[in-house]
């Protein structure tokens, strides 16, 4: 496997080998000792999957408050998303700032989002699923997220008009999210 690291500190892209055939392929999804070689050293404790029927479904972006918040492994298993995380761990150097991937069934990428930062993704095509472990058991309590269309933000969203959840259409602005992610510590 092949992780690289994004221009926010802790994004990791992983890229795995793909041994493929007339049969189809074999891939290793998850190994915990390469993983922890590659800087990634959770215990998952919970595998979520999501699946959207249409396009433009676009869910987040979302967090954990601490004690509760989470890392997460994401990746998709069928269509393809628009996949953003926005650092929101006050004092970082990259407060703020946000990235976009593309995880596709067919480029097989994953995706580690470490504590400390939001996550949401758009479905690119429809019939879309996403696989995504995390490393804290979800929390109502501590559950959060900020505006998808926050303008401070200025997230390039592939979509104007994006098919939202009710809960994901009330979220705040980052300026006016709650959240205890300090930098530099958990």
């Given at each position: 496997m092949k992780v690289s690291d994004s221009k926010l500190p802790g994004i990791?892209?992983?890229?795995?080998v793909v041994h493929g055939d007339q049969r189809g392929?074999?891939?290793?999804?998850?190994h915990a000792g390469r993983f922890s070689e590659s800087g990634i050293a959770c215990e998952f404790v919970q595998d979520n999957h999501s699946f959207s029927s249409e396009a433009g479904v676009l869910r987040g972006l979302h967090y954990q408050l601490?004690?509760?918040?989470?890392?997460?492994?994401?990746r998709v298993i069928a269509g393809a998303i628009y996949d953003v995380v926005v650092d929101i761990r006050d004092g970082s150097p990259t407060f703020g700032q946000w990235e976009a991937f593309?995880?596709?069934?067919a480029?097989?990428?994953?995706?580690?989002v470490p504590k400390g930062f939001a996550h949401g993704f758009c479905t690119l095509?429809?019939?879309?699923?996403?696989?995504?472990?995390?490393?804290?058991?979800y929390s109502s309590e501590h559950d959060r997220g900020i505006a998808?269309?926050?303008?401070?933000?200025?997230?390039?969203?592939?979509?104007?008009?994006?098919?939202l959840s009710d809960?994901?259409?009330?979220?705040?602005?980052?300026?006016?999210?709650?959240?205890?992610?300090?930098?530099?510590?958990?």
């Open positions: 990791k892209l992983i890229d795995p392929f074999f891939l290793e999804s998850y601490n004690p509760r918040a989470q890392s997460k492994l994401v593309i995880l596709t069934s480029n097989k990428r994953q995706l580690f095509v429809p019939q879309t699923e996403v696989l995504y472990k995390v490393d804290e058991f998808w269309n926050d303008p401070d933000l200025g997230i390039d969203w592939p979509v104007v008009q994006p098919i809960k994901d259409s009330r979220h705040s602005k980052l300026a006016d999210a709650e959240n205890n992610f300090v930098y530099g510590v958990d």
